[in-house]
Nanobody, 124 residues
């Protein structure tokens, strides 16, 4: 089992920045690829970004490429999502998730463990 707890969400104006954190406990964090997903009201959960077990490979949804950056610190069992140039359409609950296997498979079903989510709201 891996337990995931997100933090860092909040309300920010368009153009602003937020940094989300996801703290992991349980089984060895460095075994897992990590991803961030988001879900806006009335919409399906969608992939945002992923990072492989050692941090050397990352992958982003087109909608956030160039604005968001995913990173991890295996010594701290934490993965981060730096979000810059935020837009109102980035408003959603953001979830972190853990998986084995390739980070290029981005369906929610490819991920085994999920956090409870943190709310991000971007005002115009």
């Amino acid at each position: 089992q891996v337990q995931l707890v997100e933090s860092g969400g909040g309300l920010v104006q368009a153009g602003g920045s937020l940094r989300l954190s996801c703290a992991a406990s349980g089984r060895t964090f460095s075994f897992y690829g990590m991803g961030w997903f988001r879900q806006a009201p009335g919409k399906e959960r969608e992939f945002v970004a992923a990072i492989n077990w050692n941090g050397r490979n990352t992958y982003y949804a087109d909608s956030v490429k160039g604005r968001f950056s995913i990173s991890r610190n295996n010594a701290k069992n934490t993965v981060y999502l730096q979000m810059n140039s935020l837009k109102p359409e980035d408003t959603a609950v953001y979830y972190c998730a853990a998986k084995t296997g390739s980070i290029y498979y981005t369906a929610t079903g490819d991920y085994t463990y999920w956090g409870q989510g943190t709310q991000v709201a971007v005002s115009s």
